[in-house]
């Protein structure tokens, strides 16, 4: 099992359509949690963190559940500009607390 | 606004051959990583500093990269000799810290390794 499993997509939205991605971990011992997101042939760049009571920023809205190794990014009001690769990020735990990143889910927002 | 340097942006080589990747992170950021990231998969860690130190080098292949931070600043990685499976983006990231809570991690724009 991947250590961080996403739907690759792509996912083809129109403008204004809501669109929802998930995103599972497979260690319990993981303590933080990211949605990175990443421009065709640029770097990633974090969009949110995640907690477990949920966050909102914007239009943009991440929840996660620990019972169920369970991460959503929620995207409302769809923008040209919110076309994109979002990598779900965890912490892998232990001393260096270092990131295990998803494959990414493209997502490609149309006129 | 403070970013990652890293150079070169492109680098083109063939099988065998030597490549080196420079990278200056955010000024005062006492962690840095090396990241390569295969064409529709995300970024995977090889290796981490912490000041001049290496705390994970776990997913480094030793016997072609190397890795050094010498002066806890600038950070170079070398691939000695390249394979035609190295081809990747080549990424770096700085934080300010490490243990004791997350800090979010600031990339540099990458150097595209292409080995023919």
């Known amino acids: 099992r991947k250590e961080v499993e996403q739907d690759p997509g792509p996912f083809n939205v129109p403008e204004g359509a809501t669109v929802a991605f998930n995103c599972t971990y497979s260690n319990s011992a993981s303590q933080s949690f990211f949605w990175y997101r990443q421009d065709c042939r640029k770097e990633p760049k974090l969009l949110m963190s995640?907690?477990?009571s949920g966050n909102e920023d914007g239009r943009f809205t991440a929840q996660l559940n620990r019972a169920s190794q369970y991460i959503s990014l929620l995207i409302r009001d769809s923008k040209l500009s919110d076309s994109a690769t979002y990598l779900c990020v965890v912490t892998w735990g232990g001393a260096t607390n270092k990131l295990i990143f998803g494959t990414g889910t493209l997502l490609a927002v149309q006129p | 606004e403070a970013e990652v340097a890293q150079s070169p942006r492109y680098k083109i080589t063939e099988k065998s051959q030597a490549v080196a990747f420079w990278c200056d992170p955010i000024s005062g950021h006492a962690t840095l990583y090396w990241y390569r990231q295969i064409l529709g998969q995300g970024p995977e860690l090889l290796v981490q500093f912490q000041d001049e130190s290496v705390v994970d080098d776990s997913q480094l292949p030793k016997d072609r990269f190397s890795a050094e931070r010498l002066k806890g600043v600038d950070s170079t990685l070398k691939i000695q000799p390249a394979e035609l499976g190295d081809s990747a983006m080549y990424l770096c990231?700085?934080?300010?810290?490490?243990?004791?809570?997350?800090?979010?991690?600031?990339f540099g724009p990458g150097t595209r390794l292409t080995v023919l």
């Open positions: 990231a700085s934080s300010p810290m490490t243990s004791g809570g997350h800090n979010e991690q600031f």
């Open positions: 995640v907690y477990s």
